[in-house]
Protein backbone atom coordinates (compact mmCIF):
# COMPACT_ATOMS: atom_id res chain seq x y z
CA UNK A 1 0.00 0.00 0.00
CA UNK A 2 2.65 2.36 0.87
CA UNK A 3 4.25 1.63 -2.52
CA UNK A 4 1.22 2.47 -4.42
CA UNK A 5 0.87 5.74 -2.15
CA UNK A 6 4.45 6.64 -3.44
CA UNK A 7 4.09 5.95 -6.75
CA UNK A 8 0.97 7.66 -7.08
CA UNK A 9 2.35 10.64 -5.12
CA UNK A 10 5.14 10.64 -7.76
CA UNK A 11 2.85 10.59 -10.33
CA UNK A 12 1.04 13.26 -9.81
CA UNK A 13 3.71 15.74 -9.15
CA UNK A 14 4.93 14.61 -12.67
CA UNK A 15 1.97 15.74 -14.34
CA UNK A 16 1.93 19.01 -12.90
CA UNK A 17 5.65 19.68 -13.44
CA UNK A 18 6.03 21.78 -16.44
CA UNK A 19 10.26 21.86 -18.35
CA UNK A 20 10.29 24.47 -21.30
CA UNK A 21 13.72 25.05 -23.39
CA UNK A 22 12.87 28.31 -24.46
CA UNK A 23 15.42 31.94 -25.81
CA UNK A 24 14.82 35.01 -23.62
CA UNK A 25 12.29 37.30 -25.15
CA UNK A 26 10.87 40.74 -24.45
CA UNK A 27 7.02 38.77 -23.83
CA UNK A 28 8.69 36.74 -21.60
CA UNK A 29 10.07 39.92 -19.47
CA UNK A 30 7.22 41.30 -19.97
CA UNK A 31 5.12 38.39 -18.15
CA UNK A 32 7.14 39.33 -14.98
CA UNK A 33 7.93 35.39 -14.40
CA UNK A 34 10.74 35.66 -11.85
CA UNK A 35 14.23 34.59 -13.33
CA UNK A 36 16.60 32.87 -11.05
CA UNK A 37 20.47 33.57 -12.33
CA UNK A 38 22.19 30.70 -10.71
CA UNK A 39 25.50 32.05 -12.03
CA UNK A 40 28.61 32.81 -9.70
CA UNK A 41 28.92 36.08 -7.62
CA UNK A 42 32.41 36.64 -9.71
CA UNK A 43 30.36 36.38 -13.02
CA UNK A 44 27.35 38.64 -11.84
CA UNK A 45 30.11 41.06 -10.31
CA UNK A 46 32.36 40.89 -14.03
CA UNK A 47 28.69 41.29 -16.13
CA UNK A 48 25.88 42.47 -14.06
CA UNK A 49 22.81 40.74 -13.80
CA UNK A 50 19.21 41.24 -15.66
CA UNK A 51 17.23 44.52 -14.22
CA UNK A 52 15.10 42.24 -11.53
CA UNK A 53 16.57 38.90 -11.60
CA UNK A 54 17.44 36.77 -8.69
CA UNK A 55 20.82 35.60 -8.00
CA UNK A 56 20.84 32.09 -6.65
CA UNK A 57 24.25 30.37 -6.81
CA UNK A 58 24.22 26.92 -7.74
CA UNK A 59 27.74 26.06 -8.70
CA UNK A 60 30.77 27.25 -6.80
CA UNK A 61 33.96 28.43 -9.09
CA UNK A 62 35.45 24.83 -8.18
CA UNK A 63 32.32 22.85 -9.24
CA UNK A 64 31.01 21.66 -6.35
CA UNK A 65 27.59 22.79 -5.68
CA UNK A 66 25.13 22.48 -2.49
CA UNK A 67 21.71 21.23 -4.10
CA UNK A 68 20.26 21.85 -0.30
CA UNK A 69 21.38 25.09 0.15
CA UNK A 70 20.44 26.56 -3.19
CA UNK A 71 16.82 24.68 -2.85
CA UNK A 72 16.30 26.49 0.94
CA UNK A 73 17.59 29.92 -1.01
CA UNK A 74 15.27 29.27 -4.20
CA UNK A 75 12.37 28.51 -1.77
CA UNK A 76 12.92 31.37 -0.01
CA UNK A 77 13.17 33.78 -2.59
CA UNK A 78 10.65 32.44 -5.16
CA UNK A 79 7.39 30.84 -5.20
CA UNK A 80 8.16 28.42 -6.77
CA UNK A 81 4.24 27.04 -7.06
CA UNK A 82 4.47 29.32 -10.25
CA UNK A 83 6.59 29.44 -13.44
CA UNK A 84 9.61 30.51 -13.14
CA UNK A 85 12.50 30.89 -15.35
CA UNK A 86 17.08 30.04 -14.86
CA UNK A 87 19.45 31.79 -16.23
CA UNK A 88 23.40 31.09 -16.70
CA UNK A 89 26.17 32.07 -18.76
CA UNK A 90 25.48 30.31 -21.78
CA UNK A 91 22.55 27.53 -21.10
CA UNK A 92 24.62 24.61 -19.74
CA UNK A 93 24.24 24.79 -16.58
CA UNK A 94 20.49 25.49 -16.66
CA UNK A 95 20.13 22.65 -18.73
CA UNK A 96 21.24 20.19 -16.01
CA UNK A 97 19.47 22.37 -13.13
CA UNK A 98 16.02 23.11 -14.65
CA UNK A 99 15.13 19.15 -15.45
CA UNK A 100 16.47 17.82 -12.08
CA UNK A 101 14.10 21.09 -10.21
CA UNK A 102 11.12 19.97 -12.85
CA UNK A 103 11.19 16.16 -12.19
CA UNK A 104 12.15 16.16 -8.55
CA UNK A 105 10.15 18.66 -7.22
CA UNK A 106 7.54 19.25 -9.43
CA UNK A 107 8.56 22.89 -10.41
CA UNK A 108 7.14 24.68 -13.64
CA UNK A 109 10.67 25.89 -15.06
CA UNK A 110 11.49 27.88 -18.36
CA UNK A 111 15.60 26.72 -18.91
CA UNK A 112 16.73 29.66 -20.67
CA UNK A 113 18.57 28.56 -24.07
CA UNK A 114 21.92 30.80 -24.71
CA UNK A 115 22.13 32.13 -21.07
CA UNK A 116 23.33 35.62 -20.32
CA UNK A 117 25.12 35.36 -23.37
CA UNK A 118 22.33 35.80 -25.71
CA UNK A 119 20.10 38.22 -23.37
CA UNK A 120 23.14 40.83 -23.65
CA UNK A 121 24.91 40.17 -27.25
CA UNK A 122 21.64 38.99 -28.98
CA UNK A 123 18.97 40.65 -27.38
CA UNK A 124 21.26 43.67 -26.60
CA UNK A 125 19.47 43.90 -23.04
CA UNK A 126 21.03 45.76 -20.83
CA UNK A 127 22.23 44.55 -17.17
CA UNK A 128 22.58 46.02 -13.88
CA UNK A 129 25.66 45.97 -11.47
CA UNK A 130 25.38 42.65 -8.88
CA UNK A 131 25.06 43.99 -5.20
CA UNK A 132 25.64 41.55 -2.55
Excluded at 43 to 72: C, V
Excluded at 75 to 95: E, M, Q, W, Y
Aim: aromatic fraction near 12%; include cysteine; charge should be positive.
Amino acid sequence: MKKIFLTLLFLSVSLFAELKNEYLSQELLNANIPIVDIRTPGEWKETGILKGAIPIMFFHPNGSYDARGFLQELNAKVDTKKPFALICHTGNRTSMIAPWLSEQFGYNIINLKGGMEYATKKLKLKTVPYRP
